[in-house]
């Protein structure tokens, strides 16, 4: 299902609330937020604020089903994102990005590939990375350790993993 850009933050935007609406956070769409690298006034996609600790996250989508002048708007995209000076994620998805731009998003510390199913919202390997950040940002261990158990020792001080 193709989408444009501002319909895949929405979708993004669906996703983080349904998820982790219930963990205390609020998430808001488009908000200006300081200037850009060029000296622009930035808008950013989405604000994930957890009132509580002060704590936000801003996730910028980036969404590309056929091919197109959004590759050259990624290296853009992860340098401003750095310099905004607070946590960040730049989300992406889509069919329409080059090898060299996935290899550069796959390599990027502050992207995440996020491909919510529009149906459900339900949390997939496809959205895996963005929970990470996430949890990494607010610090909701149970996302990064779920299904696991903590390691024990067994009498005679082997370790036990699950």
């Not at 607010?138 to 350790?145: A, G, H, K, N, Q």
Request: aromatic share 8%; with cysteine; proline share 6%.
């Amino acid at each position: 299902m193709a989408l444009t850009g501002n319909q895949y933050a929405n979708l993004v935007a669906a996703y983080i609330v349904k998820n982790f609406g219930d963990r205390g956070i609020e998430v808001y769409r488009e908000l200006f937020l300081g200037k850009t690298i060029i000296g622009k006034n930035r808008r950013v996609d989405i604000l994930v604020l957890q009132r509580e600790t002060g704590s936000a996250l801003v996730v910028e989508c980036k969404y590309q089903d056929s091919t197109g002048t959004v590759d050259e708007k990624i290296p853009y995209t992860l340098q401003d994102m750095e310099a905004i000076g607070m946590p960040v994620c730049v989300v992406y998805a889509g069919a329409g990005f080059s090898q060299g731009i996935l290899h550069m998003l796959a390599a990027a510390p502050r992207a995440a590939y996020c491909a919510p199913d529009p149906e459900t919202l339900a949390p997939t390997d496809a959205t895996r990375e963005l929970d990470v950040a996430l949890a990494m940002t607010f610090r909701w261990w149970d996302l990064v350790v779920r299904g696991k158990l903590p390691v024990s020792l067994v009498p005679g001080g082997g370790p036990t993993v699950a």
